[in-house]
């Protein structure tokens, strides 16, 4: 009769899975299965949904998992939470532990360090533990503050709803978009225009440049003028003038004065009713001639002069 019948490969096999799945489902929660890690204990008032196979936390870094979970049913004494550390953690006394929770449920434990402590925990000793709300805290701290806010905003959305209904809106969002129109055609007019400037910008360049050179020129005749001004005798001409101005005074002085020819010729006035006096009888004698001719000049060779 042969042992290793089928039943016994049946029941062998059975029995390697089991031990498997035993190992794996361990594997799995991050327990060691090859190293003995040192047993600590953490006691909670409120563990918040901690569960085994949660991590340990030190500075960030996972250093165990919780193991398992004791519950006082008297309410006397809280929670104990049995959790596996590496066994070349070495935890300081005085260290603390705290639950926390993320925004997806996830729950951890982080140890905090004692620092500056010469002391250190051994296997099996009883950490105090406690809470931190964390993000989920913080949010359950503004609720209040947002359940009062919510008849505000409420408030403030029917305002913008009626605004927004307003057909005044809707005409300004017609308006702005013909002022977009308008800006887009005044932008492509523009555009020709600065092309056009670009093409004309050289030839004002070059004109430009002409007018500067000619500037340039007047101002160098300028420059010669200024200099010829210079090289004029001014204090000789100015006595010149002086000289020529005082001949001219001279000239009406004697012109005023009665001891001249002139003077008397310009001042007195007897002298100008003789001359209108000798005009007349000028006047009449020429009027007499002119009808007794022969009073005067009479050429006969026969007669004799008519009286």
């Known amino acids: 009769?042969?042992?290793?019948?089928?039943?016994?490969?049946?029941?062998?096999?059975?029995?390697?899975?089991?031990?498997?799945?035993?190992?794996?489902?361990?594997?799995?929660?991050?327990?060691?299965?090859?190293?003995?890690?040192?047993?600590?204990?953490?006691?909670?008032?409120?563990?918040?949904?901690?569960?085994?196979?949660?991590?340990?936390?030190?500075?960030?870094?996972?250093?165990?998992?919780?193991?398992?979970?004791?519950?006082?049913?008297?309410?006397?004494?809280?929670?104990?939470?049995?959790?596996?550390?590496?066994?070349?953690?070495?935890?300081?006394?005085?260290?603390?532990?705290?639950?926390?929770?993320?925004?997806?449920?996830?729950?951890?434990?982080?140890l905090i360090f004692a620092h500056g402590s010469n002391n250190y925990m051994t296997p099996g000793d009883?950490?105090?533990?406690?809470?931190?709300?964390?993000?989920?805290?913080?949010?359950?701290?503004?609720?209040?503050?947002?359940?009062?806010?919510?008849?505000?905003?409420?408030?403030?959305?029917?305002?913008?709803?009626?605004?927004?209904?307003?057909?005044?809106?809707?005409?300004?969002?017609?308006?702005?978009?013909?002022?977009?129109?308008?800006?887009?055609?005044?932008?492509?007019?523009?555009?020709?225009?600065?092309?056009s400037l670009n093409t004309q910008v050289p030839s004002l360049v070059t004109k430009a440049g002409t007018a500067i050179d000619k500037a340039n020129v007047t101002l160098d005749n300028t420059n010669t003028l200024t200099a010829n001004l210079a090289a004029v005798d001014i204090a000789g001409t100015m006595s010149k003038v002086d000289h020529t101005l005082a001949n001219v005074q001279s000239v009406t002085d004697q012109l005023n004065s009665k001891n001249g020819s002139l003077g008397l010729l310009i001042n007195d006035g007897s002298l100008y009713n003789n001359l209108n006096a000798t005009m007349q009888s000028a006047d009449s004698l020429l009027t007499n001639l002119k009808a007794h001719p022969k009073r005067y000049v009479h050429f006969s060779i026969f007669g004799r002069k008519d009286r």
């Not at 042969?2 to 390697?16: C, D, Y």
């Not at 031990?19 to 489902?25: D, Q, S, T, Y």
């Not at 964390?134 to 408030?155: E, F, W």
């Open 1 to 110: 009769m042969r042992f290793f019948t089928n039943e016994v490969k049946i029941a062998l096999v059975a029995i390697v899975g089991i031990v498997l799945l035993f190992f794996g489902l361990n594997f799995l929660k991050g327990q060691s299965l090859f190293t003995t890690d040192h047993p600590y204990y953490i006691h909670f008032d409120n563990i918040q949904g901690l569960s085994a196979s949660n991590p340990i936390y030190a500075d960030g870094f996972q250093v165990g998992v919780v193991k398992d979970i004791h519950y006082d049913y008297s309410g006397e004494k809280g929670v104990f939470v049995l959790f596996d550390a590496d066994n070349e953690l070495r935890i300081p006394s005085g260290t603390t532990a705290e639950i926390q929770s993320d925004l997806m449920g996830n729950v951890k434990v982080n």
């Open 126 to 195: 009883t950490l105090i533990g406690g809470t931190n709300a964390g993000l989920m805290g913080s949010v359950n701290q503004l609720m209040p503050t947002i359940q009062q806010m919510m008849p505000k905003l409420d408030s403030i959305l029917t305002s913008v709803n009626q605004l927004l209904a307003d057909p005044a809106i809707a005409n300004s969002l017609h308006n702005v978009e013909t002022i977009s129109q308008d800006l887009t055609v005044t932008t492509a007019k523009l555009n020709v225009l600065m092309a």
